[in-house]
């Protein structure tokens, strides 16, 4: 900004396109945050009423499990 500044030109409008990338990047950032939300709250629906594990089975959490087994689906459809 200093150089344009310096040049004679107005840095007006370098704040505006940087304010207007400052506001995309967030955008982009609250549809993640929502897409996350929306994906945790489905987890949380579907486990309200899902009985406990048995202490004595190998899996520390069945619950843990299945978002394992389901983060690594997702990432072998996106390769």
């Known amino acids: 900004m200093l150089g344009i500044r310096s040049q004679g030109d ?6 505006r396109d940087l304010l207007k990338q ?12 929502k897409q996350l939300k929306d994906e945790l ?4 629906q579907r486990w309200a009423n899902r009985p406990l594990d048995n ?16 983060d690594m689906h997702v990432h072998n459809l996106r390769s």
């Open 10 to 15: 107005p840095a007006c409008p370098l704040v």
């Open 55 to 70: 202490p004595c089975n190998q899996e520390l959490c069945s619950l843990i499990e299945e978002v394992a087994c389901s």
């Open 41 to 44: 709250e489905a987890y949380q």
């Open 22 to 33: 400052k506001i995309a990047h967030l955008e982009e950032q609250i549809y993640r945050m």
